[in-house]
């Protein structure tokens, strides 16, 4: 009859965890998440180079600068002119163009993706963003340039 006593009270499985071991609980956490995480960045890696999430966006993105119609959505049409130089060196000056207009404001412009001086003294539209001005009326970065013929 002890033989049967003994058998009931004997664990059949043993905790792996255990308050007596905490180092064996540490090194399976550190060394589960390195695996998950490699396997993560290699699904991810991969994920790109067939194109799944590249191109799961919100579009395509735009091949380059000018081409993209969501960041340049304004636009004003005149003849693009050099900006005369102050007579103040120290004077502070919104644009390195401006954009004359028949009948309305000029326009003053700025680009770090077009070079401006390109189309000097041409019938243009620009297409670009309206930036806060300080001293002119209307200040665009400018994205796009189409000349007018």
Same mark, same amino acid.
């Given at each position: 009859?002890?033989? !049967?006593? *003994?058998?009931?009270?004997?664990?059949? %499985?043993?905790?792996?965890?255990?308050?007596? +071991?905490? &180092?064996?609980? #540490?090194?399976?956490?550190? !060394?589960? *998440?390195?695996?998950?995480?490699?396997? %993560?960045?290699?699904?991810?890696?991969?994920? +790109?180079? &067939?194109?799944? #999430?590249?191109?799961?966006?919100?579009?395509?993105?735009?091949?380059?600068?000018?081409?993209?119609?969501?960041?340049?959505?304004?636009?004003?049409?005149?003849?693009?002119?050099?900006?005369?130089?102050?007579?103040?060196?120290?004077?502070?000056?919104?644009?390195?163009?401006?954009?004359?207009?028949?009948?309305?404001?000029?326009?003053?412009?700025?680009?770090?993706?077009?070079?401006?001086?390109?189309?000097?003294?041409?019938?243009?539209?620009?297409?670009?963003?309206?930036?806060?001005?300080?001293?002119?009326?209307?200040?665009?970065?400018?994205?796009?340039?189409?000349?007018?013929?």
């Amino acid at each position: 009859m002890e033989g !049967i006593k *003994s058998l009931s009270t004997d664990k059949i %499985t043993k905790s792996f965890v255990t308050t007596n +071991n905490p &180092r064996k609980l #540490l090194l399976t956490v550190v !060394i589960i *998440s390195i695996i998950l995480g490699s396997l %993560t960045g290699f699904i991810l890696a991969n994920k +790109n180079k &067939r194109g799944g #999430l590249a191109s799961a966006g919100l579009g395509q993105p735009a091949k380059n600068p000018q081409s993209d119609k969501r960041t340049f959505r304004d636009f004003a049409e005149g003849t693009i002119k050099p900006r005369p130089q102050p007579s103040d060196p120290g004077e502070y000056v919104e644009g390195t163009h401006l954009l004359e207009r028949v009948g309305a404001v000029p326009v003053a412009l700025t680009s770090s993706v077009v070079d401006l001086s390109q189309y000097e003294g041409k019938k243009v539209k620009v297409y670009g963003e309206t930036q806060k001005a300080l001293k002119e009326g209307w200040l665009m970065d400018i994205g796009k340039v189409e000349e007018i013929k």
